[in-house]
């Protein structure tokens, strides 16, 4: 089965500063990885996907991803953040097979003026 | 194109009510899923259909808590009785193959007295 682990539970960063949320995933099989966002009161948004071709991915809101297959990583990035970033931030891992979608347990990324 | 739709937004009752959820998932889309969130446990996967068979309930916490798909455009998440313990943000969510990505909705926000 496969599992996802993101290494920290808060980052706090300044406004204007550069952000990288870890994501690490476990699977002896292929995978599909995802990156979605919840803002306060709100479900959850598909930020950016990795299915297959081009191990970076670009998504929503200037944040890009790196699928990193010998580390088993999938670490978003951003390189600059502003104030209405502040969301929770969680990656999801599926099998290429087929099978549901595991979440981890998210971040909350909080931009400080 | 309309989301996934979820009804009521918000839902105060007394324990020991019924309380329905519901939700109607994107047009055209094969899987859909109930979650529930809240701060102690996170997000957490309850159960999932595919083409309104369930597959996966292992999720559902007892047996108070019931799901029913009767078609493929309408789904209901049931308690009977609730207790203060249920209060939580429920969120359905639905995609076009269990390994795709997932839409979610607003979510209802159920608070159990």
């Known amino acids: 089965a496969q599992s996802v682990t993101q290494l920290d539970s808060q980052v706090p960063v300044f406004e204007e500063a550069p952000v990288e949320l870890r994501c690490n995933y476990s699977s002896s099989v292929s995978v599909y990885l995802f990156w979605y966002v919840q803002y306060p009161n709100q479900g959850l948004q598909l930020l950016l996907k990795?299915?297959?071709?081009?191990?970076l991915v670009k998504g929503i809101n200037g944040f890009e991803a790196e699928f990193n297959k010998s580390q088993t990583s999938f670490h978003l990035r951003k390189p600059s953040v502003h104030i209405s970033d502040t969301a929770e931030y969680f990656c999801a891992v599926t099998l290429t097979s087929g099978s549901r979608l595991t979440f981890g347990e998210g971040t909350q990324l909080t931009v400080n003026p | 194109d309309a989301g996934v739709i979820q009804s009521p937004r918000h839902e105060v009752t007394e324990m020991g009510q019924e309380v329905t959820l519901r939700c109607k998932p994107i047009?055209?889309?094969?899987?859909l899923f109930w979650y529930r969130q809240t701060m102690m446990r996170g997000l957490e996967l309850l159960i999932y259909f595919n083409n309104n068979v369930p597959i996966d309930d292992s999720g559902m916490p007892e047996d108070r808590f019931s799901a029913k798909m009767p078609n493929a455009s309408f789904s209901t998440l049931k308690i009977q009785p609730s207790e203060p313990r249920d209060s939580a943000v429920y969120f359905c969510?639905?995609?076009?193959?269990?390994?795709?990505?997932?839409?979610f909705g607003d979510g209802t926000r159920l608070s159990i007295l």
């Open positions: 969510a639905s995609s076009s193959m269990s390994n795709q990505p997932q839409h």
């Open positions: 047009s055209g889309h094969n899987s």
């Open positions: 990795y299915l297959s071709g081009s191990t």
